[in-house]
């Protein structure tokens, strides 16, 4: 997308649908990481009770913060990418005004970069780095492959054990 630039509309509302329906499904399966992330609490630390608030919790102790804040920083690379700030608009002429057609707007310089281009680097490279982000932060997960089957199958023999103790009562 960056290769193409901003002057391809189809290809930049592909690029815009297709990290949302991505990023949609990627938070979906979230859940499911969490509560292997609580069976795995609940075998390595040997816990009569699974920790399962308390990571849900915390992750929406970590999610929330950052949903309210990224409209503002947006708005701020906006700002500072463009040197264009959204809610210090000029002035419109007021109704009665002597002037009968207000005076055109001063030619944008030609080092500043426009408003569009801003919208769209802001559309592109957050995605990107966010990407890359998280492909960094989920490559030092561990919790996968035998790993996984291990505390999976350690979670039902405790699982299989309660209910053996429940039985005998």
């Not at 990571?55 to 102790?61: E, K, N, P, S, T």
């Not at 809610?87 to 057609?101: E, R």
């Not at 500043?112 to 492909?135: D, E, K, M, N, W």
Request: aromatic share 8%.
């Amino acid at each position: 997308m960056l290769l193409a630039g901003p002057d391809r509309p189809g290809l930049l509302c592909l690029f815009i649908a297709s990290n949302r329906v991505f990023t949609e499904g990627t938070c979906k399966l979230l859940t499911l990481v969490v509560t292997d992330l609580v069976d795995e609490d609940l075998v390595l630390n040997h816990r009569k009770q699974a920790a399962s608030a308390l990571l849900f919790g915390m992750v929406a102790l970590v999610t929330k913060p950052g949903q309210t804040f990224a409209p503002l920083l947006g708005t701020w690379l906006l700002c500072f990418y463009t040197g264009h700030d959204l809610f210090q608009q000029p002035l419109l002429t007021p109704m009665g005004s002597a002037q009968p057609w207000p005076e055109p707007p001063a030619p944008p310089s030609i080092q500043a970069p426009s408003l569009r281009q801003g919208c769209f680097y802001l559309l592109v490279l957050v995605p990107i780095t966010c990407a890359l982000l998280q492909l960094f932060t989920w490559s030092k997960f561990t919790l996968h492959g035998r790993r996984l089957r291990m505390v999976k199958a350690q979670r039902q023999n405790l699982s299989q054990a309660q209910t053996l103790d429940i039985k005998t009562v």
